[in-house]
């Protein structure tokens, strides 16, 4: 791997977000972005961390507000820094969950899609997600760095596995 073109250890994201994946029955529950930044794109649910509330509080809040359940039980199973290049950097942690109450709804912000794990829509989601999202459904945790140019080439990449995250 190339050296980064960034210093991680004096950078800081502009934006802390959280994002979400709740797999129940062979299958994952994901979002179609209907407005904000990724509109289009398919995604976990999730969102900005407002002031005071933890990651964890952000990652349940986001995926009331976006999809009209609560999921039970999250386990943090990663964190991502994105060097955006002309989009603001973002820290965002990143949740999983086995369960959740209350039936799945589209919203303003978000239509809910269900999909085998098998056939999870890589080319509709964000260019980074091919890189993680797989090892972390098979329960590794980790630590990603992206450089991205815009929001659809990725520049640089570090991934580091089987990082230990406190509960």
């Known amino acids: 791997m190339s050296p980064s073109p960034i210093d991680w250890a004096s950078w800081r994201a502009e934006i802390h977000a959280t994002l ?3 797999v129940r029955d062979g299958e994952i529950l994901l979002i179609e972005k209907k407005r904000g930044l990724g509109a289009g794109k398919i995604n976990g649910p999730g969102g900005k961390i407002d002031p005071g509330e933890t990651p964890l509080e952000c990652a349940v809040r986001e995926t009331q507000e976006e999809l009209g359940i609560t999921a039970l039980r999250p386990v943090k199973m990663g ?3 994105f060097a955006m290049g002309t989009i603001p950097d973002i820290l965002c942690h990143v ?3 086995r369960d959740f109450e209350g039936r799945p709804v589209e919203t303003v912000e978000a239509k809910p ?3 085998r794990l098998a056939d999870i829509p890589y080319d509709r989601m964000w260019k980074d997600d091919i890189h993680w999202l797989p090892q972390m459904l098979d329960g590794r945790k ?3 760095r992206f450089i991205f140019d815009g929001e659809e080439d990725i ?4 991934l580091e596995w089987d990082v230990h995250w406190p509960s």
């Open 155 to 158: 520049v640089w990449q570090d």
């Open 79 to 81: 964190e991502l820094h």
């Open 142 to 144: 980790f630590f990603g």
């Open 95 to 97: 949740f999983f969950a």
């Open 20 to 22: 979400m994946f709740i």
């Open 113 to 115: 899609l269900w999909c």
